[in-house]
């Protein structure tokens, strides 16, 4: 007993970095599987409101080019609400509609790690939830992953751990979109096959498949194109419409038929074996 | 003079912090390079002072880094880790005179200092990023990373250093 005493005694500063060590690698390796740590995000009160309030200072410099975003996104919206052939008005009844969009600010961006996160500033009183589709006027930008009360955090298109699902325009060809972790400009479009014809500047856009983005949300063009090694698929390098490096305007959409879609999708496997 | 002590580091800590999070972290040279200038905050604290303390406050370091950084607990472990090492680091550098009472920071050469902050900064870079990529295939990636963006931390913990360096007597 006085040995293990004795022993613990010595060594313990050495024991007490191996248990520093070991939590830090629990929360790494724990999260790395799939979502993003529950506990260490900057989806927090504490966190959210520093970045909300140097965010408040310095989105002031922005204010110009953002607003000439914001019309420009306008102008385009009026144009295809006037250029529309049937005259029937939206129901305001939020029951009689697929999709809900919720505005938002980005308070935290980042774009040069392997897993890259945003933080924006609507939460869960704002009816912001898990897996809901965060888009910019110009393009998608990525998934609501954690949120607290007045904050969510954003995985980004730019994180290795990203998959979305995403098609060629105008056909029904759909792949799955993901990050080589090379450049903020660029993601790849993977499992398009063989006999699809590509050209150069052909547009990409978000999938019917995927439960989280409306059909048709833009994300960019194709840059350039190869067979991948097992030589059936294509691998695309997408170059996006966001400039991800500045973004301050955000819309959250959320799917009301999500669950419904998740539902059939889980009976029907259950069904299956 | 004990609490002297205490609130200077307390506003290292958290003016650390504070640059790290709002302006280093966003600087993206080149699009990939965002130094690491926290790292400061092991090469300022007092040699004379309580391990357990001393990792336990790094520790903190590392995980308010983290939470704000949205980087799973990766900063927590390399700083831990260079907390627990910095005494060897330190015997390494600055041979048995780091033993005795009266040594002081200030009072080594500058070739010590500096290689003290490198070995700290090298350290602390080589496991942020082997952790970070995760990856044997990406090894070359993580030399790659760990020198460029370690070169621009060690530059500018430099600069920084000197900028609130205390002067000598």
């Given amino acids: ?37 529950r506990f260490l995000n900057s989806a927090n009160y504490f966190s959210g409101n520093i970045y909300e309030f140097f965010d408040n200072t310095t989105s002031y410099f922005g204010l110009k080019e953002e607003n000439r975003k914001l019309l420009r996104e306008n102008q385009r919206l009026r144009y295809q609400l006037y250029n529309k052939n049937t005259d029937t008005i939206q129901p305001l009844d939020s029951l009689e509609n697929n999709y809900l969009v919720v505005r938002g600010r980005v308070i935290k961006n980042s774009y040069s790690d392997q897993r890259n996160y945003i933080t924006i500033n609507k939460g869960k009183t704002d009816s912001v939830e898990q897996d809901m589709g965060v888009i910019t006027s110009k393009g998608i930008l990525g998934i609501v992953e954690n949120t607290s009360n007045g904050f969510s955090t954003v995985q980004s298109i730019l994180n290795e751990k990203s998959n979305i699902n995403a098609k060629i325009k105008n056909s029904n060809h759909f792949g799955s979109l993901i990050w080589n972790t090379e450049d903020y400009n660029t993601v790849q479009l993977v499992d398009i096959p063989r006999l699809v014809e590509l050209t150069i500047g052909d547009t990409i856009v978000t999938g019917a498949m995927s439960s989280i983005f409306p059909e048709n949300v833009p994300i960019g063009t194709i840059k350039k194109f190869d067979l991948d090694t097992s030589r059936s698929f294509y691998y695309i390098d997408v170059d996006l419409f966001n400039d991800m490096t500045n973004i301050e305007s955000v819309y959250i959409i959320k799917n009301l038929n999500r669950e419904e879609i998740i539902e059939l999708q889980e009976e029907t496997e259950i069904n299956d074996q | 003079m004990i609490n002297n002590t205490f609130f200077i580091n307390l506003i290292r800590f958290v003016l650390l912090i504070l640059v790290q999070i709002l302006v280093f972290n966003r600087l993206n040279f080149f699009g990939f390079i965002n130094p690491m200038v926290y790292v400061l905050f092991l090469y300022w604290y007092p040699i004379k002072k309580n391990r357990t303390n001393f990792i336990l406050i790094c520790f903190l370091l590392g995980l308010l880094i983290d939470i704000f950084s949205d980087t799973l607990a990766i900063n927590t472990a390399a700083t831990v880790s260079i907390a627990y090492l910095r005494p060897s680091i330190m015997r390494f550098v600055f041979g048995v005179n780091y033993e005795f009472q009266s040594f002081k920071l200030n009072s080594s050469t500058r070739a010590q200092q500096f290689t003290f902050l490198a070995l700290l900064i090298v350290i602390h870079h080589v496991i942020y990023f082997t952790l970070e990529i995760f990856s044997f295939a990406n090894i070359l990636l993580i030399i790659q990373k760990s020198i460029t963006i370690g070169v621009s931390s060690i530059i500018l913990c430099l600069l920084l250093s000197s900028l609130f360096s205390t002067k000598k007597e």
Avoid at chain 1, 6 to 32: E, V
């Fill in chain 1, 1 to 37: 007993m006085q040995q293990i005493i004795n022993f613990l005694i010595r060594y313990k500063i050495f024991l007490l970095y191996l248990f520093l060590l070991l939590i830090s690698l629990i929360f790494t390796f724990q999260s790395h599987s799939y979502h993003q740590s």
